[in-house]
């Protein structure tokens, strides 16, 4: 029996469900497909053009005794920007779309949809740079413990213990942590799939689900060395620039400090929790810098108050992680609340009579389009995702470091 001409539709679910299967990280975070950016075609003259503003949470003081204490209530938010546009472009012929679905998917659609989840993929994955809590065993092996001390990070820092968390590891980590955990191995099927799958463990440590990922890069830091040379310059200083003085080499962004006497506190009860509060730099310093760009901003008072003290004049300035230049071989555990990963619809070209389709999945929505090339005599066609990510939460992720 003859097969039956595929249809764009088809063709595009197929290649999204493929797409779906290769996207690990993005598979395990938020993923916002918002009604604002479906159907019309998302783009600058569109419905809404292609930002979308999304509110964080409100904090509150708590008062002590029956005098009212008004407090005035600020909304925080963030915009996410979508406007990266990434696709693969192939030819096909009429008889390639008499093959079978599954003949077609081998064939053309496993090997495009691989290579286009690696690209948004890799993109999403640079969010890690404005994680700032980090577990630093710089100079070990990675250990089972550094994944139960980055749980307790989400822990402080009250990310839900709902059974959404996600370890995702480095391949250099996941050989080393898998070796380590290898005598704790259980043949039973649901955890050899687990082991197949690229899977370390299931629902162990507070964390759901236990995935390498290739992609995931190891972190170039700047030419400061862990004693930096730089310290504080000024008293009582906060916000999200922090005067410094003193250094000669430079930090890039994702780099980790601390500052001494700027202990972190407790986000409800504003206890010191016993440890210097770590920050991520949100810019490259540049050499003998004068500021530092770090997040999350220094707040001394209130609701959002998140240290217990401003960083002590003159105080140095200690680099996390590996030294000088160093690469940063990492793992990132997260609630999918820490991070965003939003796509938009295209405009669906078969309403103009072509021949395409546009198709929505688990959050991502994919347009299909094909034409004829009368001059080459060929049918080029091309598979496109808008797409945009921002991190929403950073304080439910932490980085993890050591060195294999």
């Known amino acids: 029996m003859a097969n039956s ?20 990280f993005i598979g395990a975070i938020n993923r916002q497909y918002d009604n604002q950016f479906a159907n019309g075609g998302a783009s600058p003259s569109g419905k809404i053009g292609p930002t979308l503003t999304i509110r964080l949470p409100n904090e509150f003081t708590v008062r002590s005794g029956a005098t009212l ?4 209530v600020t909304e925080a938010s963030t915009t996410l920007t979508v406007s990266t546009q990434k696709g693969v472009d192939l030819n096909f012929s009429a008889v390639d779309l008499t093959l079978s679905i599954d003949e077609y998917s081998a064939r053309y659609l496993k090997p495009a ?3 286009l989840a690696s690209e948004i993929e890799a993109d999403a994955l640079s969010m890690y740079k404005d994680v700032y809590n980090f577990v630093d065993d710089d100079g070990n092996v990675i250990s089972f413990l550094d994944y139960m001390k980055a749980g307790q990070f989400l822990d402080e820092s009250l990310a839900p213990d709902d059974g ?7 391949l250099t980590h996941n050989t080393k942590l898998t070796d380590a955990l290898k005598g704790l191995f259980n043949p039973q099927k649901q955890h050899s799939n687990a082991f197949r799958k690229g899977k370390v463990a299931e629902e162990t440590a507070g964390f759901a689900d236990w995935y390498r990922n290739s992609l995931f890069t190891n972190h170039l830091t700047g030419t400061a060395a862990k004693t930096t040379g730089y310290t504080t310059s000024g008293a009582s200083q906060s916000g999200a620039s922090i005067t410094v003085t003193g250094g000669t080499t430079t930090f890039l962004k994702g780099d980790l400090v601390t500052f001494a006497g700027c202990n972190a506190v407790h986000p409800e009860t504003k206890k010191d929790l016993g440890r210097l509060k770590q920050f991520v730099l949100t810019a490259d310093s540049g050499a003998s810098a004068v500021s530092l760009a770090i997040s999350p901003s220094i707040v001394l008072t209130g609701a959002k108050q ?18 000088v230049s160093g690469s940063l ?14 796509t938009a619809d295209l405009i669906d070209v078969s309403k103009f009579g072509a021949w395409g389709a546009r198709q929505t999945m688990d959050g991502i929505s994919m347009r299909i389009a094909r034409q004829y090339d009368i001059v080459n005599d060929k049918i080029p066609a091309r598979i496109d995702v808008l797409y945009g990510f921002k991190t929403i939460r ?7 470091h050591a060195n294999g």
């Open 5 to 24: 001409i595929l249809s764009p539709t088809i063709i595009t679910r197929e290649a999204l469900r493929v797409l779906h299967a290769n996207l690990n």
């Open 69 to 72: 204490a008004v407090q005035d």
């Open 113 to 115: 949809m691989a290579r």
């Open 164 to 170: 959404e968390r996600t370890a995702l590891l480095s």
């Open 306 to 323: 998140n240290v217990t003290a401003a960083p002590t004049d003159t105080g140095a300035v200690v680099k996390l992680g590996t030294g």
């Open 329 to 342: 071989v990492q793992s990132l555990c997260f609630h999918p609340d820490a991070f965003t990963f939003v």
């Open 394 to 400: 950073p304080q439910l992720a932490c980085r993890i």
